[in-house]
């Protein structure tokens, strides 16, 4: 009983676990049950800023100009402020008035990207045996993801839907290529772009789900990164300014400023975009656009990564500043006071040539020149000279990606020193398979909500068959207190059906019932099952079925890929640098 039960939980990590993710119910205005723990709400900060409140509005970049004219404009520089753009960037790429074609390396396809009049397309068309073309289809580009700097993707609108395009160009190479993941399954213009990703991507994204790629209109209402992301919504400030009400006491309330913050609240707010990898779950009742910077993260938001063991080495460092960070002897031995905005002003990027004095000098708020205990004629011999973080903050590649780097944030003394014995002891005894990376500082931690740590262990046990368990036991936990969440309800069915057992088989029924007036869309129910099914046949009859007709039905805009969607792929995809 047991291990046909784990078989079970197997099948289900392969092949169905996806469909929770896709539908997670969490846009806002879905029936949620109410957050499960209230304690984050009532954490004392020092300062509580006024935008933080619910209910103030945003008024985008353009209301701060006005006032902030030069902080603007140090800020488009960023290439934060370029996260996002529109197609008209792609005039800076020479060449685009004839075609760059790339052939899929397994299948017969071609993809092309290419200028006509003032817009930019891509398309993908496949040749017969006298190379005529037998389809093309033929999308425009609507708009670019990515500054740049390691490069950058294309998405396209198809009707109230945004996907990725087929091609991403890599400045490393200066080259197109097929975008991250395309090169193992041809995707062609049907990978939705959903909720985690264009959060961390653009201004203020309006997708009418967290999953399934579907947007209001218009999709952004912002489109790049822009000062409300950090600051929060500012029309209270706005409002006040312009009218110079007085202040308070020296702090304007009205407006978040990190650096007035506790250091762990303004680290939240990088965190929100720069710290991914193994799990990033929802709360119950959260979107990604409830985040408010000056409020706990771990209110909208709980990011896991899988706990560093002895001997095996560390994670990718894909997306990973924060965790490295607070490995390092300065985060440690200062108590904490290392943060994001020590070294980095978000309205200012230093350009290349900038950058070993730029960092130096914020090494030194807290170190001298004497804290080196390489003689500084050492130091200065070295090209560039004296660059405190060039030695101590090791470049390295990134796995699979070999011209590209990224930095160590773990700021060590010598190359190849160990971790310091922290690393081992980051889980708690509730979860001692996980690091809740922003969890709350305090002296009783707030538990997980259970549907949260579902919604973790479902992104987990596709990384790793470990999980199952978890994942298991989380999934149970919530069926018996009668969870009405859809993705928990699908599951329990999926779980159910794959039993063999006539009286499973109903409850499986039931279940599915459920979850769809719960509001689980049935075309991603129905999507996933025929693929459930598929490969149960598939282990299970001599004569399976052909993996095409496991194979979701991917081309028509709003069907969901219900193959692997994991986080760690769209982290993955994440810097696009792949050799
Ligand atoms: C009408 C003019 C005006 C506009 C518009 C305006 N500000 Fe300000 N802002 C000020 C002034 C004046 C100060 C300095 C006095 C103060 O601290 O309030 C300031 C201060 C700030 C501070 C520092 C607050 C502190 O206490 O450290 C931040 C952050 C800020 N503004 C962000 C913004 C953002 C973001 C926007 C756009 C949403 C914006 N401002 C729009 C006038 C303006
Ligand atoms: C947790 C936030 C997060 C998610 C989710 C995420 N990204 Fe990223 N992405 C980043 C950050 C931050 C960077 C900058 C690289 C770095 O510093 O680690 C980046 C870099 C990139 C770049 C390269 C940009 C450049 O200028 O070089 C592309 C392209 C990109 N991501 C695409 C995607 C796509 C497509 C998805 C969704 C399928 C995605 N990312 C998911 C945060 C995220
Ligand atoms: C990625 C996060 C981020 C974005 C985006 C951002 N800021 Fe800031 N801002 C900060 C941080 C962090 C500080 C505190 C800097 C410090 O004092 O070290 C700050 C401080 C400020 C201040 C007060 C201190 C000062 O330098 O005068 C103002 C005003 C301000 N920002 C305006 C803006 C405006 C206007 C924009 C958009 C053009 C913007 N910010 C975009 C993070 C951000
Ligand atoms: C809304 C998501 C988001 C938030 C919040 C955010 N970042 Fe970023 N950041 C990005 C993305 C995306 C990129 C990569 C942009 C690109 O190249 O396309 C980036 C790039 C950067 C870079 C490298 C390029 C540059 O613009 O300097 C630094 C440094 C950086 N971020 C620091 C910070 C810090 C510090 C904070 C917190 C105060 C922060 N970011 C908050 C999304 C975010
Ligand atoms: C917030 C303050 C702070 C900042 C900023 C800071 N450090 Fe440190 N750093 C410390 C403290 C505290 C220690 C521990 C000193 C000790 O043990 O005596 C430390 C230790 C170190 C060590 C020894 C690490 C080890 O494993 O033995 C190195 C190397 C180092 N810092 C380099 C740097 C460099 C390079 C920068 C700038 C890129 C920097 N630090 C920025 C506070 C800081
Ligand atoms: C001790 C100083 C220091 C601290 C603290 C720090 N950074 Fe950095 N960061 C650097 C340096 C140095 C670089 C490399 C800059 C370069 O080479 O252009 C860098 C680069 C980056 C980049 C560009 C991509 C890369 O990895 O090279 C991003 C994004 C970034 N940091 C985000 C963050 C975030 C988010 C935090 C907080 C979790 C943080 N940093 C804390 C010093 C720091
Ligand atoms: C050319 C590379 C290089 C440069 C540049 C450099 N360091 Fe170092 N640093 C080292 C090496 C190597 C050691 C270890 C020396 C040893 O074995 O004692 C070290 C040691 C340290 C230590 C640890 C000392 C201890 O007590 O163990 C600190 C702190 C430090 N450096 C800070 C800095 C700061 C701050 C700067 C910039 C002002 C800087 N370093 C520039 C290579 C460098």
Known sequence: MRSAFRQVVRSLAVFAFPLIALSAPTARGQKEPPPEHSAAHSTPFLVEFRNAAPGVAYVGSKACQECHGDINQSFMKTDMSRAMSLPSKLKELPGLDHPATVKHPKANRYYQVYRRG??????????????????????????????????????????????????????????????????????????????????????????????????????????????????????????????????????????????????WLADNICMYCHQGLDARALMPGKGYADFRPGTPLADTLAIFVLPIRRGEPPGDPLLQHFVPKTLSQCYVKSGGRLLCITCHDPHQQPTAREVPAYYRNKCLTCHTEKSCTLPLRARLAKTPPNDCAGCHMAKQSVQQISHSSLTDHRIVARAGEPLPEIAYHMTTPEFPDLVYIDAIPQAAPAPIPPLTVFRAYSQLVQLNSEYAAGFDSALDSLAKAGSDDPAVLTVMGLKLMSADVPRAQATAAEYFARALAAGSPIRRISNCLRRFRCSLARRRTPSPPSSAACKPILTRPGSTVCSRRCTLLSTRMTTHLRR
Not at 166 to 177: C, F, Q
Not at 188 to 193: D, G, M, Y
Request: hydrophobic share 30%.
């Open 118 to 263: 003032a817009d930019f397309f891509q398309s993908e068309y496949e040749l017969d045996a006298d190379g005529k073309e037998v389809f093309r289809d033929e999308q425009k580009i609507s708009y670019i993801m990515g500054s740049g700097a390691n490069g950058f993707t294309c998405l396209v609108r198809r009707g109230d839907y945004l996907f990725e395009a087929p091609l991403s160009y890599y400045s490393r190479t200066k080259e197109w290529n097929l975008s991250p993941g395309y090169e193992s399954t041809d995707l062609s213009f049907s990978r939705p772009i959903e909720g985690d990703c264009i959060f961390c991507h653009s201004g203020r994204p309006q997708p009418a789900e967290e999953r399934g790629g579907k947007f209001k209109s218009p999709p952004f209402l912002e489109l790049s990164i822009g000062c409300e992301i950090c600051h929060g919504p500012g029309a209270l400030h706005v409002k006040e300014r312009r009218r110079a009400a007085p202040l308070r006491g020296n702090i304007d309330r009205s407006i978040v400023n990190p650096s007035k913050l506790p250091g």
